[in-house]
């Protein structure tokens, strides 16, 4: 069981518009020619994913779920969108103690990368 005791320095509980903000600054920072296939990419963040998404990904607990990359729909109105799950998320900086921008960025980059194909090794390669 991690040392709940020992919190991020300084601790707050970040706000949706705080997670949001992070998200559309880890966008901005992918190189132009990865850019191009990210342009107009919505970013939204909910508590916990829902019972649909994690039935679809087979995954039963929804704080190992941070976040989801889904392409547009069929319509205007469902642009491509990376989806922030707040409570995995902040439950992982809380258990790590990882800046929490680091993390934020690391989940919209990792969701970018596995919607194109690449594996967890692939990104880990890449990041170092």
Do not use: K
């Not at 991020?8 to 559309?24: G, N």
């Not at 829902?50 to 607990?61: C, E, F, H, P, S």
């Not at 707040?86 to 969701?111: F, K, M, S």
């Amino acid at each position: 069981m991690p040392d709940r005791t020992a919190l991020p320095q300084p601790y707050f509980a970040p706000r949706t518009e705080d997670l949001i903000a992070m998200a559309e600054a880890a966008l901005a920072s992918i190189p132009a020619h990865l850019a191009e296939h990210v342009r107009g990419t919505a970013i939204l963040v909910e508590d916990v994913a829902d019972d649909a998404i994690l039935r679809d990904m087979d995954i039963d607990d929804p704080l190992d779920l941070t976040g989801i990359y889904m392409p547009a729909g069929n319509t205007p109105h469902h642009p491509t969108t990376i989806l922030l799950f707040r409570v995995p998320i902040l439950v992982e900086w809380i258990e790590t103690g990882v800046d929490l921008h680091a993390l934020v960025h690391n989940v919209v980059i990792h969701e970018i990368a596995h919607h194109f194909g690449f594996s967890d090794d692939d990104i880990h390669f890449l990041e170092s």
